[in-house]
């Protein structure tokens, strides 16, 4: 019976609600009203649903819907914003790649190693200001699996983890706008690259060992606001 009931509240979610919480991706591009839309209708998901298996996936709360805000904020009045999200994590089948079996010494039996890449957001956004704004983030897990034999004679097998965070980031410039370099540098584990042309392009890309979900926004907010420090002053039209 409450289950009915759950599925009827959940009938009346915004249909990109609905997708994350069957499918748990997004892919949309959308006017700010809509989005806004979107996020109200998040906003009240807890209190609707309370089964496990129809809660919200991770980073929805945490990354998705506070990176939505950020960004309506700064579309321009007739732009969209688009994002593609892939919240079902790492361990969907497709994400990794082949095993590979590594050469080894004793007391080490066998070494696989496999990697697994997840590329779980993407966004595009037009900007007030009439530039582009683009970003991508890719976790990179690496997975050991080793066996070897102890001074006992047992023969073990244990599994390690290593996972990084990538986050590329571009930013098309308006034509005509130039850029210009801020007086301090980006910090060291930001790369900044500038392409210079009719429309200029800027690039900061980093690596970092994967935050926690609570601190993901963090670091992704922080290439991407390198970007704009690296504007030049808007050319003004007569």
Known sequence: MFWRKTKAAIAEFHPLHQKLIWEHTLS???PTSEWSALV?????HNEAVHRRKWRLPARTETVLVPLIRVLCEDVAPDGALGINADLRGHSVPGKAGPQQQLP???????LVQWWVQDPWLRVRSQLRDGSV?????VDVVRHRRVSKTSRSGKYKTKSKSKAVQRIFT?????????AAQPAGGPPPWIRVKVKPGPK??????AKVPLPAERDQLGAIMTVA??????????????
């Open 104 to 110: 080894v010494q004793r007391p080490i039996r066998k």
């Open 133 to 137: 704004l683009e970003f991508g983030v």
């Open 28 to 30: 949309a591009t959308l």
């Open 200 to 205: 200029t392009v800027i690039r900061a890309s």
């Open 40 to 44: 109200a209708s998040l906003s009240r």
């Open 170 to 178: 571009t930013r098309a410039l308006a034509k005509g706008q130039p």
């Open 225 to 238: 606001t390198e970007l704009f420090r690296w504007t030049g002053p808007t050319r003004r039209t007569a």
